[in-house]
């Protein structure tokens, strides 16, 4: 069953991984001109604006002349296509049968609902850490491939945590609200409802001065930017993700034992 | 007739969600964000004044523009470009992909109309959906403008900044057909719309960071990017031109696509 499982996710792994490696690859392409350039450091002087003008900038705290602000940059992008995918797999692993109208084959197997969905959940887990491998992998690979000088090997560390928690995250997330619906199709429906909110709130974050509020709301920005390219990993959080993770994924079980399987 | 009104139906719950979620933030950026960002500009200002005035060129920075409501705008635009996308992809697929969806094809296709009349049929409902969001945005809008400025007066430069959304929906409204019409299964709405517009917004932040004016012909965000009007007062030729072939080549396989695929039962 497993088998089959990898065998069901293989394409949209490889699309999502291509997508991952043309950001990498293609984005790093400007990055030697500008290091050749001559460097300046308005950064400093810019430091006193506010968050929305610097937006407005598109600068956002990040020094895009270092290798490790642009790498940020890049990275939050990457953060996007993670989740999209993460969501995509939830809901392969929850609601994909329902939909194919196969559920009733697998149910009357003589494997127990757990062990079905434990199996269905592994396979996405295992996608997952597949994916910010490739993550590290492409990140040194672009910067080698371009001749790029310095070291970023912790900040790739780094960034390929945040990329496979905030991934982990909305994975437990979207294959819960899978599980909890009615019809299926609205589970990921929400899943990706809420995402759009939490990135809309990310954008706010990132313009509003002082909303500490918000900080527990956007997962995206648990671990900042401005504190990675520092050096500074902020482990605490790291148990909020996997708090958050751990239940999503009781609620998932709970819902999916008892899930009805009739007609809609 | 019939098809008409039923897809409108269809398509009504989709299209209120959208236009008030897009508006809601619209109002977010251009009425509670704009007042502080207009009050730094004295600061800004103050350090910008230090600097050395080859600097400031070299940033490419009008500072005029630079705090202006339509420049704050064209800020703005690119979540509301996001969002205006995505939008369009969700109406062109429901609306040519419900019947796949809900494997219900075989009895619309046996219905005495014809497949040409039908597909066509469709699209007016897409199109008058857009249509009607782009009014009611459009209004919204010079209601902004001048609400900001008594002054405002209707140009050129305000048609092409709020007819940007317009340009861009009808580019998605292309892809998402092509997706309908393309694809043997769909199994949920939710996931090709996001994938299609937030791969849009992707690859144009990739594409706009690296600063290669070759590739923006892939990057479907910035066909009509309102801080190039702002800047020079016109599309992108190159862009417009990219745009009109990605959407008629979509437009035009969706057709083919849609009057001449065998409909299989899975």
């Known amino acids: 069953m497993i088998k089959q499982e990898l065998k069901n996710n293989r394409n949209s792994f490889i699309g999502f991984t291509l997508g991952l490696g043309c950001i990498l690859m293609g984005g790093f392409v400007k990055f030697l001109s500008l290091s050749q350039s001559e460097s300046i450091d308005i950064l400093e002087m810019m430091a006193a604006f506010p968050k929305v003008v610097l937006a407005v900038f598109g600068m956002n705290q990040l020094d895009v002349q270092t290798l490790s602000g ?4 890049l990275e ?3 953060l996007v296509l993670v989740i ?4 995509k797999l939830g809901y ?3 609601a994909r049968e329902l939909a194919d109208h196969t559920e009733e084959f697998l149910f009357t197997k003589p494997i127990k609902r757990q062990t079905i969905l434990l199996n269905k959940l592994s396979v996405g887990f295992f996608f997952l850490i597949l994916f910010s491998i490739s993550n590290g992998v492409f990140s040194k690979i672009a910067i080698a491939a371009y001749g790029i000088e310095g070291q970023i090997n912790q900040l790739i560390f780094y960034y390929s945590v945040v990329v496979f928690l905030n991934g982990l995250l909305f994975f437990a997330f979207s294959a819960m609200c899978c599980a909890v619906v009615k019809r299926s199709e609205k589970g990921s429906t929400i899943a990706y409802a809420v995402f759009m909110l939490t990135y809309l709130m990310t954008v706010m974050y990132d313009l509003i001065e002082k909303v500490n509020i918000l900080k527990f709301f956007v997962p995206l920005r648990y671990f900042e930017s401005i504190d990675l390219v520092s050096g500074n990993f902020k482990s605490l959080w790291i148990l909020m993700f996997i708090a958050e993770t751990i239940i999503f994924v009781t609620i998932c079980f709970h819902a999916f034992i008892q899930r009805d399987l009739s007609e809609n | 007739m019939n098809v008409y009104r039923f897809e409108l139906k269809h398509l009504l719950r989709t299209f209120l969600i959208w236009t008030v979620i897009i508006l809601v933030v ?3 950026f251009m009425v509670a964000l704009f007042p502080s960002f207009k009050e730094s500009e004295g600061a800004v200002m103050a350090v910008l004044n230090n600097f050395p005035s080859q ?5 490419n920075l009008e500072i005029e523009t630079f705090f202006s409501f339509k420049g704050f705008y064209a800020f703005a635009y690119i979540y509301i470009g996001i969002m205006a996308a995505m939008m369009a992809v ?12 809900d494997h219900c094809q075989d009895f619309l296709m046996t219905k005495p109309i014809t497949r040409e009349n039908l597909f066509k049929v469709k699209m007016a409902a897409v199109l008058s959906a857009i249509v009607c969001f782009n009014i009611v945005f459009i209004g919204a809008n010079l209601w902004l403008f001048t609400y900001n400025d008594a002054q405002f007066r209707i140009n050129s430069e305000f048609i092409l900044l709020v007819g940007a959304p317009f340009l861009t929906q009808l580019v998605f409204l292309g892809l998402g057909m092509i997706y309908a019409t393309q694809v043997h299964h769909i199994r949920n709405y939710a996931g090709p719309i996001v994938s299609i517009a937030l791969g849009a917004y992707i690859i144009t932040a990739v594409v706009q960071l690296i600063e290669k004016d070759s590739l923006k012909i892939i990057a479907p965000l910035s066909y009509f990017d309102p801080n190039r009007i702002v800047a020079q007062g016109a599309y992108d030729n190159s862009s417009v031109v990219a745009a009109c072939v990605l959407t008629l080549f979509c437009m035009g396989k969706s057709y083919i696509n849609y009057t001449q695929t065998e409909i299989i039962e899975t």
């Open chain 1, 70 to 73: 642009y790498y940020a940059i």
């Open chain 1, 76 to 78: 939050n992008y990457v």
């Open chain 1, 84 to 87: 999209i995918y993460a969501i």
């Open chain 1, 92 to 94: 392969n692993a929850v």
């Open chain 2, 26 to 28: 619209e109002m977010i």
């Open chain 2, 55 to 59: 600097l400031l060129k070299s940033i």
């Open chain 2, 90 to 101: 969700s109406l062109s697929i429901k609306t040519f992909g419900h019947e796949k969806k």
